[in-house]
């Protein structure tokens, strides 16, 4: 195999675009040579896999940012890449330098933009606009509650900063995304989210700091085992049990019983119901 394609397969998943060869001295006849003769299979216009095995989520993103060079993950696959939106369509979202609207083609829904200095990097070797960034651009097209839980999710999963999402909205007053999301960042900015587990963690510190509740420590030591949500003024923990309670319910029992003969009143609620009956974790919490 050619070096040089040997080592763009080896960075890109075995995913290589014509630019990328026409650069690199290839012709066109030898590309289509390669392309026929090696049963490369074509993903998007100049872009091809190499393999013949199902292309995976990874393979498909770089292939995106391949589509033409200065391409970036941008509002939802960005937001799945850096995991805070779950992967909820059949198309890649990308931007490129430059003004209009966006277009499809394809496979791929392409955005233009003349404000991505600074705000674009890349993330494991795949172009990507930063967490920031992209939860500006995703925003308007989700639900508030949707919304919100990206926001939480961008810092709990430590992929941004108050300090970062703060300074990209100075950079864009007035889109429709900052909005809401400089309101949850003026009313949350003080919540320990990377400190939580989950994200049902994440909303109950949420729901408890609005009720005016909120535990002094978070996922910290108790009698040397790690506690949920922790009073240790009034010697009370809370647990949020989510579906691998059921599997290791007697490890999680083991470790109530150590916080008790601690002192601790412990109580548990499922993490479903703190996202469906969040009067229930006030409930608790009040006691």
């Known amino acids: 195999m050619d070096v040089h394609l ?13 630019w990328q060869l026409l650069a690199a001295g290839w012709t066109r006849e030898r590309i289509r040579h390669w392309l026929v003769n090696r049963h490369w299979r074509i993903i998007h216009e100049g ?6 095995a199902p292309l995976t989520r990874r393979q498909l993103w770089i292939a995106a940012t391949l589509s ?23 198309f890649e979202t990308v931007v490129r330098l430059g003004s209009g609207g966006p277009r499809r083609i394809g496979q791929l829904l392409v955005f233009r933009s003349i404000t991505l200095a600074g705000e674009v990097g890349t993330l494991d070797g795949i172009p990507i606009t930063s967490a920031p960034r992209t939860l500006i651009d995703l925003l ?79 996922n910290r030591l108790v009698a040397r085992e790690e506690a949920d949500l ?11 049990d989510g579906p691998q309670y059921h599997q290791f319910r007697d490890e999680d029992l083991r470790k109530q019983a150590c916080w008790e003969r601690a002192g601790y009143t412990v109580s548990r609620i499922p993490s479903g119901q703190v996202f469906s009956n969040p009067a229930a974790l006030i409930a608790i ?3």
């Open 68 to 90: 033409a060079p200065g391409t970036y993950l941008t509002r939802a696959s960005a937001g799945a890449y850096w995991g805070f939106r779950p992967w909820e369509s059949n």
């Open 47 to 52: 872009v091809y896999a190499m393999t013949h």
């Open 230 to 240: 922790i009073w240790d003024d009034r010697r009370r923990i809370i647990e949020i």
């Open 140 to 218: 308007p097209s989700l639900s508030r509650k949707a919304g919100a839980k990206a926001f939480r999710e961008s810092l709990r999963l430590k992929t941004t900063t108050v300090a970062e999402i703060t300074a990209s909205l100075r950079r864009h007053r007035g889109r429709r995304g900052a909005a809401l999301l400089r309101e949850l960042t003026d009313r949350y900015s003080s919540l320990p989210y990377s400190q939580c587990r989950s994200d049902a963690e994440a909303r109950a510190v949420e729901i408890l700091h609005e009720a005016g509740l909120s535990p002094d420590r978070v």
């Open 6 to 18: 040997r080592k763009l397969a080896a960075a890109q998943a075995d995913v290589v675009a014509a």
């Open 285 to 287: 919490a009040s006691r």
